[in-house]
């Protein structure tokens, strides 16, 4: 038989290439299962079912952890490997992408992991009790046992790269603290100007005229008309209420969540735009490709352009109001009929430095995320201690965007990342700003009458062109790869800022 | 060490139960997932989630199965039966339960399961499709088939038992075909008499008063004030809306569906009395047997004692109505005031010999399950053939019900149960209006003002007898103990016999 060794070789590779596939698609169904059990968790469950519900939470979560640490997936990998070149681009993608997986996965230690979670568990509950009471001293110690389990469980991966890379690595494949670092200081060298330029403008928005009253009814009603404006398909998702919004699901069903304040329509008006931009992506990655490791996002950044460009690049633009202002007054029955075009979309794009990053606008939002990646960068590098952090927190928002922070609650405590173990995760918030507008830029190229069918309303061909760039390319490429494939260039934080300028001289008539 | 070895066994024994506990505990768990994966799967899932959402069935229903069959589980069970005297009584009936469950998994080839699991989809399907093409004979190969297989099974558990006793064992466990036909026998002795009477009386009710109009918001509220009259926690539970009313989960996260209908409140009103009394055995189950075998309920018969004690026992009573009028004319805006008790009473109470099972009346309802059982033990048993299925059928409708088949959609292929392979499934129904009236006679006795509680709306006391006497007593009694320990002797037809002659009686004024 030895004369067919090659061949029943080639021949085994793409039998273990099935069977490796197979062993993915399960685990993406458990992940599924995961996402409908925490939406329900979101949603529906009744309040004293959270005991159960945490049962059902860490079975699934070992479940999944079993799937893909499973000694036949890294036994599959390695025979795969061996012979490799038999294999297809796209084939060689998902190897990839199934030992990335793997690898961050299978490397840490099965007691690292518990500790982890355990602490994770911790410390956001004491992170709650700690922001409560305004507390920094009562948090930090869990942080501190948090940070270095996480710095640890780094190590593990990959020993020979600064902990914060590998940790990013989850979120922003192939992206480094030095690329981050270089990228985020320009934005910031481009985003100052803009906001000094904004805030000493003699001409500010009257921000009570979002405060006026619009009932829920009429705001659900809003949510659902603007979501299939964009269109997200109902068919294949739905719109509940939590009390922090989300999205969750892929293909056929996913599912967003916006949250309704009666004082503030626009709250959920851009919650809902916001979110069905991160649904069309799920909706609409490469049908072909489901189940498969390439059948997903490309990276949260990404995620994010697409959900920040039907947010804000086309939600807040003067071309959608031209178009929507007439349906707004109808559904919400005149109440906000008086209000001139110029005045909504000033309202609506208000540029004010604040302490929260939740509630930033479009312009000032950047440099909170930068602010907490030189921090977060810092603090994993062993260059500043958590005994500083709330100092140099304080300093980095009086510096950047001159505000005073009156205590930690509202300062290094605000977000949920650190104290759950996020870390590595904000940049992408910022980077999707960037990729989103440098997308914009090329996108004007190829749709020459953008605006147009913006204020027509006729969102189709602009929806459709990310869908062939950005949503149909799936997980094929990281975003270094994927960004150059679609703009021809690397990241580049101009247009992003090109933008702002453009768009805020107009608005604030600078 | 030999001195030991007593010691060191017992002490093993301990270990293994525990271990096996454990076991079952992750089985209870990932029931728990299945479970909320089909509730949301009837709830709110998006239409075109199917495809996706199967998969997950699948995974999980094979998690499932892989968890029960497991050989561990086996190993553990042989080595604590090796001293099983070692342990006490509960102790004993958890391993019990989880022997009697292991064997009805693990001793059907694998192989067998999977052609079942497929047939039982393919006949549903046909089944959907003959019944609305009113084609018995598009759907009788499907169904051959389904039933050969089910046989099989049967043969697979226990070679030396009626097929039918084996299935049945599963939804009614010690309970045999020759003791259920000995009940229904007796069972149909007492109704026949009963619905001539009703019938033969020149006073009937007025049913065009159910027909009136109410408004689904106004049913909504109904739903929760009744479910709350009768006690279910909205804490531990929830009320949503599906095609076909269910109750899922326990513990602390059980819930109820229901379905409006505009033109006929009663509908809903008597589902959701219905389903919170299956919930009220699921919420009160004994808590320190939670995720063990013994925290389960004892039949599917008792579970439908609850439902229906609550449904018919209190709710179509004179004196729930008495209570309840009031707040019913307050919720629906006086669309029913007009209306007097006796009229009210009797037309929710009204006796007619219908085609069709799911909306016969608490008299009538018996002989469609009496039917059932005799042409489903005589098909197993092989004494009748599919070929002559829809005759029999017709035949024992005219016979026991007066009623006229016109077509095999109205007829044999009325209900889900047989396409979808669910064998021995139906005594259970007419068997918990059974266990019920003879739980009330003892009721009775315990609770002498049992008539004026409910005329007060005072049911506290009457749940809680139920709680301490059935859902506290959980799983540690097979029915035929569990009714004996409540009510001192064996299921008795007279209990149920005599509680309708007295009710319709006074209904009928016979």
């Avoid at 403008?201 to 009429?218: A, E, G, H, V």
């Avoid at 505000?403 to 650190?418: K, N």
């Avoid at 094929?476 to 494939?485: E, S, T, V």
Wanted: charge should be negative; hydrophobic fraction near 35%.
């Amino acid at each position: 038989m030895k004369e067919f060794t090659g061949l029943v070789f080639k021949m085994d590779t793409k039998e273990n290439y099935k069977a490796l596939l197979k062993e993915f698609s399960d685990y993406i169904i458990l992940d599924q299962i995961e996402s409908l059990i925490n939406w329900d968790f979101e949603t529906y469950m009744p309040p004293e079912g959270v005991m159960q519900r945490s049962k059902q939470l860490s079975m699934i979560a070992a479940l999944i952890h079993e799937k893909i640490t499973n000694p036949k997936v890294g036994e599959l990998l390695k025979k795969i490997k061996e012979d490799l070149e038999s294999l297809g681009e796209i084939e060689k993608r998902n190897i990839f992408l199934i030992e990335r997986k793997y690898n961050q996965k299978v490397k840490i230690p099965i007691e690292l992991a518990g500790e982890l979670a355990k602490q994770k568990a911790i410390s956001t509950q004491t992170w709650k009790k700690a922001k409560k009471e305004k507390n920094y001293a009562l948090f930090k110690p869990e942080f501190d046992k948090l940070l270095e389990l996480s710095k640890k469980k780094a190590n593990y991966i990959d020993p020979n790269k600064e902990p914060f890379d590998v940790l990013m690595d989850e979120f922003e494949p192939n992206m480094t603290s030095i690329m981050v670092t270089r990228i985020f200081d320009e934005l910031k060298k481009g985003l100052i100007p803009i906001i000094k330029k904004c805030t000493n403008s003699p001409n500010q928005p009257d921000s009570s005229l979002l405060k006026r009253n619009c009932p829920i009814d009429m705001q659900r009603k809003i949510s659902e008309d603007i979501s299939q404006l964009v269109n997200y398909d109902l068919e294949r998702g739905r719109i509940d209420e939590t009390e922090h919004p989300f999205t969750t699901g892929y293909y056929d069903d996913v599912r967003i969540t916006t949250h309704y304040f009666e004082n503030d329509f626009s709250d959920s008006f851009y919650t809902v735009l916001h979110e069905a931009g991160h649904a069309l992506y799920e909706q609409n990655l490469s049908r072909e490709y489901m189940y498969q490791p390439i059948g997903w996002f490309s990276s949260y950044g990404i995620h994010e352009s697409q959900s920040r460009f039907i947010e804000n690049i086309i939600g807040r633009s003067r071309e959608f109001w031209e178009f929507y202002k007439p349906k707004f007054d109808e559904i919400t029955q005149g109440k906000f009929s008086d209000i001139d075009l110029d005045s909504l979309i000033h309202v609506v794009n208000e540029v004010k430095p604040s302490k929260i990053r939740i509630t930033a606008d479009e312009v000032t939002y950047g440099l909170h995320i930068i602010i907490r990646f030189e921090i977060e960068r810092d603090l994993l590098a062993g260059k500043i201690t958590t005994e500083e952090l709330p100092e140099v927190w304080n300093a980095k928002y009086k510096d950047y965007l001159g505000v005073v922070i009156e205590d930690d609650a509202e300062g290094v405590m605000q977000d949920t990342h650190w104290p759950s173990g996020l870390f590595g995760y904000f940049p992408s918030y910022a980077l999707g700003n960037c990729y989103g507008a440098q997308m914009l830029a090329k996108m004007v190229e190829d749709i020459p009458n953008f605006k147009e069918l913006v204020r027509n309303g006729d969102l189709k061909p602009i929806i459709n062109w990310m869908t062939e760039k950005v949503h149909k390319a799936s997980n094929l490429y990281d975003p270094p790869d994927l960004i150059k494939r679609i703009t021809g260039e690397e990241i580049n934080v101009k247009y992003f800022i090109q933008y702002l300028e453009e768009k805020y001289s107009k608005i604030y008539g600078l």
